[in-house]
Every structure is written in structure tokens, then in C-alpha cells.
């Protein structure tokens, strides 16, 4: 019995300890190795000498490069490296934009967006004042990308350079924004040029001043779909400068145009424009005041502005200032009138109103809304008897310009006599259909 329980004893206690050492055997360790060292390691680009890989890529698109590029860290210095090239600069990027067809400028302004594309992937790891030094130093020699360089009418270099710079900075922050805005500046002297412009008289500098028009608005401002890059954009070029200039500015980079390309001066001094002319300063204006959510800019800036652009370079005809308030909306055209309402400025606002009433009629807009404009005019006025007395005012305006309309219309034999005459014709049906509504408003 003894040497059996010893035996058992035994073999307990070897058992114990074989397991014992096994629980203490130390485990091997495991190493995560990473696809860039994987492929530093044993990657097929690796071992392709460096005249190999430059073959590979001259087969490849701009596109496919761009791709290849995000690869690893070491593909983007071979592809930098690569694109970096006298060859490859010459090879791929396009420095004639004087084309006579369609199908090549939409050609060319393809390729720069996929040019943005691929600088915008090798230049991915790199700071951003190195990637904008490293990417506009390709661009830096070439005329058409460069304002007052170029003098053909039919150059398309700036438009492609806005596709590119927009595809380039799609989707980076306001922070990086900023600095491309800066070095833009800094490497075209655009502030400089700027003040060179809206500083001068009008009709003084203008091939400088359709130069500087063309290069905002083609590479800066058109090329954003959305309103708030555009809104920023602007903002940023009217931020230095105090408000005379900026209504300078924007009147340069939106005003209307004449048929041979010159600036319309002394058209919006002389004459009724249609629509068309000053569609693209309204728009301007109600980009940057229509929410008034500008950084730097006050609910007054609006007003003064306005006040600014429509004596550039001399008070305006009636009839346009009128016009661009229509085209602003009825935000903006109420806090114009109210606040010439407020400094007690009757006339002023009686006249402006009643060519308010003929734009209305002669552009095709329904009579209700002019009607509902004077109606919020009304409410400005505290009393009974001033409210009578803007009605009256209004009405003695009516009679005043239909007279004058009549009288040049009657006198002399001049070219605009027809134009006069319709004009005279759509202020009568104006002021009707004004009155028909207005009456029909209290009657209800």
C-alpha cells in the first residue's frame, strides 16, 4: 500500500511540474510591418532602376501618375522627381492657349484639371508654402498664365489657370486658403496692380484694367460652383482697401462692358442700360451683402458702397441706378430707400421710385412688387401726414418725368426721339397698372 501511494504521489508531482515549465516557456513576439516597408523592402518599383521607372511613367497618363503617386512615400519622390524635369514640363504641360476650336480649348482646360489633380496628390506630404512654391514654379514662365503678358483677344490661359488653382485646393481649409491668396499676391504683385487701377481716373489704364478683371474672375472668382468659396474669394480682394476702392474694384471686376471690350463709363451716365449689363454687378454685390455673414464687413457697408459705385465715374442715370436695385432685391432696394426715407430725402426717393416702377414694367416684372415696396416705404414714416406727403411727393414725381419725357421727346429731331417715345409709352402703362394695384390693395 505504502509504495503505491508513493508511486501516485510521484507521478502528481511530475506531472505538476512538466506543466509548470510549460506555462512559463516565453511566447514569440510579433511584428507589424507596414505596406510602405514591405514594399521599400521587397517592391517590384524598388528594384526598377531610376530611367526604368521614368519609362514607366512616360506611358502613363496625368491621371494615371496621380494615382501611382499615393502608392508609398518613396513612388512620390520618384514622381516628383520625374515631374520636376525640364522633359516632362515641356512633354505635358500646355503652354499655347490661342485655339481655334472648341474641342481644343475644352481640351486644354481638361488636361489643367488633371494637372491640379495630379499636383495636388505628389504634393500631398508637403507643407503648404512648399507645395504652392514646388507647384506655381512650373507655371512660372508662361505667358498667358501671367497678367499683361498676353495680348490676344481669344486666350484662354487664365480660364484654364482658374480649373487648375480650383481642382488644386478643392476641399483645403480656410487657414490654407489664406495662404494661397498670399503667395498669389506676393508672386503676381496682384495688390499692387490693384492699386495702380483704383487709383486711376476711369477710362485711364484700361488694358491694365481688363487684365486685372479678366485674371480675378477667370482665375479666382468664376471657376467656384458654390457661393461661399466665391464669397471668399472676394472678400479677400476687397478686404485691403477702404470703401471708395472697393466700389472701385468691384465696378472694375463687374461693371458693365461695351461691345468692342471697354468699360462702359460714360454709358451709365448717358443712358437707360438693359439688365443684362448689370446683372453681373448685382450678382457681385448681393454675393457678398445678400446674408450679410461676412467676416469684416458691417450691415452699413452695403449702402455706403452702393452710394459709391452709382456716381463711378459721374452720378448715374436714374434708370440704372433703379435697375440694379431691382436686380439686388427687395432686401437690399428697401434698406436703400428706407435709409434715404430716414435722412428725410423725399425727392431723391420719390424719383428713384417712380423709374423703379418703369424698370418694373419695361423688364417684365409683376407691378405687386413695386406696389408692396412703397407700402414698406410707408411704414417708415411715423405719422399720418408724412406718409401723405411721400404719397403726394410721389405722385408730383409721376407727373414731372412723364413731362420731361414728353418734352425732349417733342423737341428737335434726335436719333434717341424712338427710344424716348417707348420709353415715354412704358411710364404711362407703368404708372397705370402702379395705380391700378396700389388701389386695388386698399379696396381689398
Known sequence: MVRKDTRHVLKYTLTHKSHKR?????RPTRTIVTRSQCSGRTGFFHRLPAEVFAMILDKLSVLEVSVLSMVSKEITQYTLGYISTLAWKNKTIIQSFHHGTRLEQRSTIARYRDLGVLFKRCTLLLPTKERLKFIFSKFSQIPCLLLEQCLAPDCIGFTSYGVFLQTLIAGWDELECHRVFNFLSDHTNLLQKIEAVITGKPGVRWYQKMQLRLFCRQVLLDPWPNQPECQFWLTQLLKPWPLVSQAHLLFVLYGPLMSEGTFGWQDLVERGLPHSALWDLARAILLLFGKLEVKCQTANSPLAILEEIIVI??????????????????????NVLASKAVNGRLLEISRLMVYIILVCEKDGYH????????????????????????????????????????????????????????????????????????????LK
Open 22 to 26: 510549460t506555462r512559463s516557456r516565453p
Open 367 to 442: 407691378m405687386t412688387w413695386a406696389v408692396k415696396m412703397v407700402q414698406q416705404i410707408c411704414k417708415v414714416f411715423s405719422t399720418a401726414p408724412e406718409r401723405f406727403c411721400f404719397i403726394q411727393q410721389l405722385e408730383n414725381m409721376f407727373a414731372e418725368v412723364t413731362r420731361e419725357f414728353f418734352e425732349f421727346s417733342v423737341t428737335g429731331n434726335h436719333l434717341e426721339d424712338r427710344e424716348t417715345f417707348q420709353t415715354l409709352c412704358f411710364l404711362l402703362d407703368s404708372s397705370a397698372r402702379f395705380h391700378t394695384k396700389f388701389l386695388h390693395m386698399f
Open 313 to 334: 465715374p459721374q452720378p448715374w442715370h436714374v434708370e440704372n441706378v433703379a435697375r440694379l436695385l431691382v436686380l439686388c432685391g427687395s432686401n437690399l432696394c428697401y
